[in-house]
Structures are given as C-alpha cells and as structure tokens.
C-alpha cells in the first residue's frame, strides 16, 4: 500500500469536517486512500489512545449537514476503533465539493490521547510580551558564579580571578512561577535563610548540541527578568559534607520570572543595568557586561554537556549583594532593555 499525500489543490482545512472533539488535523497532514485501502489507511495512522477522523470523498457529492455534524456508520467505526486499538474513529461526509475523481477517505490523526494512570501535571509555561501565545518551559539551567563580585562574595576566590570557569546546576521545570504583574511567591519551608539572587534568563527557541559560539543567539527565542531563590542554610549544610545541594536551589517557586520578551523586540543585551530593590532597597546592583560568561559563551558551553532544545530556560548569573528576604517583603528586579519583574513573599 502506499501513502499518497492529498491531491493538489485540495488543501487539508478545507475538508475539515465536523464531529470530532479535538481539532481536525492537528497532529498533522492527511493522506488519501483509494476506497478498497480503507481498512489498511486506518491501520496506518492507528496509535493506542489515538482519535482517527476518516472524511468521505464521494466523488463530487457534498456532505449534508447531517453528515458534517455526525458520524456516520456508528457500528462500523466503533468496530474499526476496537480493531486497531484506537480510542475513537469518527466517520464525516466530505464537507468541500472534490472533483469527481476522488473516490475514497482522507484519512488523518484527529488528536493523540495516550492513557496515563492519572492525569498529567500542567505544562509549565511563562507569557509572552504583546502575544497570546504562552512559552512551555522544557527545562531550568542556572549558571553558578557568573559575575567576579558575586563569586568572590561567596569565597569562591579561583572562580573570581578566572582561574575556574563558572558552572552549571538545574532547578525543575515545575518550580517555575512568574509572569506579569506582582507575583507571589510562598517562603518554602525548612529553611530560616531565603536569599534573592536577581539575574536575566534566556528562553531558547531551538536547540543543538555543541554550538559554536557565533550560532548561539540564533537559537534564541527571548529574555526574561528571573530570581534564582536559594534555601542558603540548607545549601551551606550540604556543601560541608559534600553532599549535592539540590534541595537548597531546586525547591517549589525557587525559579521566579517575568514575561519572556522576544528577541525580534529587544535584540540580544550584552550590557546593561541589572538590579534588585527590596522594599525600595537596592540590594543588588551590576552590569551585565560584568558577566565572566556571556550568553554565546554559556550557550555554547552549556551545549556541549547535553542537547540543548526549545523550551529551555537558561538564569545566567546573579550580581554581588544576594542576601535574605522575610514574609511581606516585596521585591522589584529589573534589567535594561528586557523587562522587570515584581514579586511579594508570603
């Protein structure tokens, strides 16, 4: 049997038809099949969990409108669906007229519901300046000890004066919360320590692995405004026995972040005031040109560790004066050029 993709000149939406409950098409194009390859099409596009829309093409005749809103053959496709595993097949008349050639079924992936022993969690996302559309977040890096103040701040007297590269640690993709307006973020339990670290966040919009330094701004989709929140007692505790240190950076809410500002509207930012007040104290203020890596740079080292892919967030330093913050204590983070980013912790 072979795949013919729909005839020239008949385009997909336009035989969309009715009686669905997932969006025609969605998933991708239909084939068409001749009526004796009915049964192998559907074989074809079948999945478990899959809903199946099989369009009628009746050479020329136009569906009724009772064929558009309904299934026909009700038996017939309830047999076809427990046949080939699928969750649902729903048979439509052809809702466009066709030339008289066409004789068969269009046949296509409706939508894909795989079966889950409970539902899935949400997909983490962030808004998007001046559009509708929402950013999925795939997954959190931070870069660690990115500005010369901040390392040496923190002890970290070799990574000060270049003799260590910064390095990287993730946060869960769920541990996200932000977006525009003044965002609450809940003070996490077992810690009597919460610091603030302000930093700009890259959102990339492609992926790829070892990337060269001067492709690195072409896989991305945006910046954002970010705090890394850090549970800095437990942090501390770990790093004396060496034990890793996720539960002091990878806690809920510890990943806050403003609207993602697209790169077609800001550029790419290579220098520029970022800051964090606290209750209208500046408690932290640099320049972004003050970073030992820049975005090329962590981008292309990042990319040599693991496939970097569309979805990523990537927080790429803070600046020196990271300290705590209490319950009631609201926070104004901004960057030039990219945004800023309201917070209270309750």
Request: with cysteine.
């Amino acid at each position: 049997m072979s795949l013919k993709p729909t005839q020239p000149g008949v385009q997909a939406d336009a035989i969309s038809a009715g009686g669905g409950d997932g969006e025609a098409g969605q998933t991708g194009q239909r084939f068409m099949f001749a009526a004796g390859e009915r049964d192998a099409g559907l074989q074809a596009f079948a999945q478990p969990g899959s809903h199946l829309q099989v369009i009628k093409a009746d050479g020329g005749r136009v569906a009724s409108d009772a064929e558009q809103k309904r299934g026909e053959e009700v038996a017939e496709s309830s047999a076809w669906a427990r046949k080939i595993h699928c969750r649902k097949v729903t048979i439509t008349g052809c809702p466009a007229p066709l030339p008289p050639v066409f004789f068969g079924y269009f046949i296509g992936l409706t939508e894909f519901i795989m079966s889950f022993t409970f539902p899935p969690h949400a997909q983490p996302s962030l808004p998007v300046a001046g559009s509708a559309a929402r950013f999925p977040v795939r997954r959190i890096f931070c870069v660690g000890r990115n500005y010369a103040d901040h390392a040496r701040e923190m002890g970290a007297a070799d990574q000060a004066e270049g003799r260590e590269p910064p390095f990287f640690f993730m946060k869960p993709a769920d541990a996200l919360v932000g977006g525009a307006g003044e965002v609450s973020v809940r003070y996490p339990s077992l810690t009597a320590n919460l610091h603030h670290e302000v930093e700009m966040i890259v959102a990339l919009g492609a992926g790829g692995e070892n990337v060269a330094v001067d492709a690195a701004n072409s896989l991305i989709f945006g910046y954002a405004v970010g705090l890394d929140l850090t549970r800095r007692d437990i942090q501390a505790a770990a790093k004396a026995k060496g034990h890793p240190w996720d539960m002091g950076k990878g806690f809920d809410q510890s990943a806050v972040a403003s609207e993602i500002l697209p790169a077609t509207a800001c550029g790419h930012p290579r220098q520029g005031r970022i800051h964090l007040d606290v209750n209208g104290e500046t408690r932290q203020a640099g320049d972004l040109s003050d970073m030992m890596w820049n975005v090329p740079d962590i981008i292309a080292n990042l990319s040599t560790f693991v496939r970097l892919e569309a979805g990523d967030l990537i927080y790429t330093g803070t600046p020196a004066g990271v300290g705590p913050l209490q319950r009631g204590d609201r926070l104004l983070a901004e960057v030039a050029g990219v945004g800023r980013l309201q917070a209270v912790i309750v």
